[in-house]
């Protein structure tokens, strides 16, 4: 009997209807049946990250988000570009991770999807690399224009863009059933 793998979704958007939330609705929609997603709701509540506390007196928050990264099979990050950048409140999470490695193999995909995005995937996909994070080309995405892309419920309406999402879908199942 195979056991349903659990992903962990973080939202690098703090907005109720993002479009990087309707994203992280597309992939659960689109991986039923390979792997079951549930987002961290907490990502606001996390304190500023502070190493002369990065420890069990760090707080609930940051408690509450290593446990769930730890207890998930997989990490999906959906997240916007700040100012060519990775939004503060995301970095802040996982500045937290660090020292505690919550990343360290675990299997991770990356979909960025914003106006243009570039710079700001750049950065992240640098940041899990060095916290080394288990990541591949095939289970990392820019979505650009992502606006026009995926609608309020959590559909994507461009084409070429689906594509891309099914194809990460595959590749992260296989890498969340690799280990």
């Not at 990087?20 to 039923?32: E, F, G, Q, S, T």
């Amino acid at each position: 009997m195979t056991t349903t793998k659990k992903v962990i979704a973080v939202c690098g958007s703090t907005r109720e209807r993002s479009t990087n939330l309707n994203m992280i609705k597309a992939v659960a929609d689109l991986a039923k049946g390979r792997f079951s997603v549930s987002v961290f709701e907490g990502l606001t509540e996390i304190p500023h990250f502070n190493p002369d506390i990065d420890d069990d007196n760090a707080g609930p928050q940051v408690a509450e988000l290593r446990r769930q990264l730890r207890e998930a099979d997989g990490i999906l990050i959906c997240t916007p570009e700040y100012a060519m950048g990775v939004p503060g409140t995301l970095k802040n999470a996982i500045d937290w991770t660090v020292s505690s490695a919550e990343f360290l193999e675990k299997p991770t995909a990356l979909i960025t999807a914003s106006s243009v995005g570039e710079k700001g995937h750049a950065s992240l996909l640098g940041t899990l690399k060095v916290i080394s994070a288990k990541i591949t080309d095939e289970t990392q995405l820019l979505v650009s224009h992502a606006k026009t892309k995926v609608n309020n419920d959590g559909r994507i309406s461009d084409e070429m863009t689906l594509t891309e999402v099914k194809n990460l879908v595959r590749a992260f199942e296989g890498m969340l059933n690799a280990d």
